[in-house]
């Protein structure tokens, strides 16, 4: 049973930083490509920053490039979203995703597993 679990989210304000983490289980993730996307409400969910489990290659959305930093932990199998200088446009639905096979995944039908999302709540 493949599961991603989200945790690291909560209530912060303008300016602050948060740090997301998520526990992969469940089959070999070497191959794989890791996302966060996020989803605020009446919005579509969107990408926000990739890894590739084995490699070097990462991918951000514009809006967060700068801000963010997507890292892994492969003896850990965690992947981790550093956020810093939040803004309220960043509130939403956090949501870690991994695209089986994937040298690099940008959108979200290539993704296979999903997190049921932690919440970040950005106040001004």
């Known amino acids: 049973q493949v599961q991603l679990v989200e945790s690291g989210g909560g209530l912060v304000q303008a300016g602050g930083s948060l740090r997301l983490s998520c526990a992969a289980s469940g089959r070999t993730f070497r191959n794989d490509y890791m996302g966060w996307f996020r989803q605020a409400p009446g919005k579509e969910r969107e990408f926000v920053a990739g890894?590739?489990?084995?490699?070097?290659?990462?991918a951000y959305d514009a809006s967060v490039k700068g801000r963010f930093t997507i890292s892994r932990d492969n003896g850990e199998n965690t992947v981790n979203l550093q956020m810093n200088s939040l803004k309220p446009e960043d509130t939403a639905v956090y949501y870690c995703?991994?695209?089986?096979?994937?040298?690099?995944?940008?959108?979200?039908?290539?993704?296979?597993?999903w997190g049921q999302g932690t919440l970040v709540t950005v106040s001004s």
């Open positions: 995703a991994a695209a089986a096979g994937a040298l690099v995944a940008l959108r979200e039908y290539q993704y296979n597993y």
């Open positions: 890894v590739r489990w084995s490699g070097d290659s990462t």
